[in-house]
């Protein structure tokens, strides 16, 4: 399947198991929605992302946010699935 950034915010496509970025993404909520294709519902899967070389920061600037936003994400998830909430 090719498709584009309005395809990755709204197609829920069983059994991808592996998403090819062919442009990084500016933002980290593009890059979550991109590689969100894959591995849904607590499935395994794997998002290659190719970059240029003149890239490289702006690909790791998102993948650092990305990293920081799941952690917040599963720190209160396990906080509040503790609670009882």
Known sequence: MI????????????????????????DVESYIHRSGRTGRAGAEGKCICLYKSNQTRDLQ??????????????Y???YFHNLGY
């Open 76 to 78: 209160f998830f396990y």
């Open 3 to 26: 498709t584009t950034d309005v395809a990755a915010r709204g197609l829920d496509i069983p059994e991808v198991d592996l998403v090819l970025v062919t442009a990084p993404p500016k």
């Open 61 to 74: 600037r998102v993948e650092t946010e990305a990293v920081c936003i799941n952690w917040i994400i599963r």
